[in-house]
């Protein structure tokens, strides 16, 4: 079971940081995700980790402001998001891929998702 948390409303500029929580029977794990949907938009990635060697991925439009990282003591995937725009507003979904495959950035590649936690970046 994936348990997102930390959304919330903020102003343009600002900082937020959403928490991923991974509990229950232990998973096969090859990587970990955030995904967001704003209002009447396709889901659309953010940011992964191949979760054993710690790469990490990131869509153009939020490189350089976001980091994705982890906490393997917790079990717990973050997304720091710094410099935030109005544009960034969506529910953001943390999800979780059991087993090897070359692409990360889709959400079909992904077997568990979390309920999502709403962002809302005010201008």
């Known amino acids: 079971q994936l348990q997102a948390s930390g959304g919330g409303l903020v102003q343009a500029g600002d900082s937020l940081r959403v928490s991923c929580a991974a509990s229950?029977?232990?998973?096969?794990?090859?990587?970990m995700g955030w995904f967001r949907q704003a209002p009447g938009k396709e889901r659309e990635f953010v940011a992964a980790?191949?979760?054993?060697?710690?790469?990490?991925y990131y869509a153009d439009s939020v490189k350089g402001r976001f980091t994705i990282s982890r906490d393997n003591a917790e079990n717990t995937l973050y997304l720091q998001m710094d410099s935030l725009k109005p544009e960034d507003t969506a529910v953001y979904y943390c999800?979780?891929?059991?087993?090897?495959?070359?692409?990360?950035?889709?959400?079909?590649?992904?077997?568990?998702w979390g309920q999502g936690t709403l962002v809302t970046v005010s201008s």
């Open positions: 999800a979780l891929r059991k087993y090897f495959g070359p692409t990360i950035s889709i959400p079909g590649a992904y077997d568990y």
């Open positions: 229950g029977r232990a998973l096969s794990r090859h990587a």
């Open positions: 980790m191949r979760w054993s060697v710690g790469d990490t």
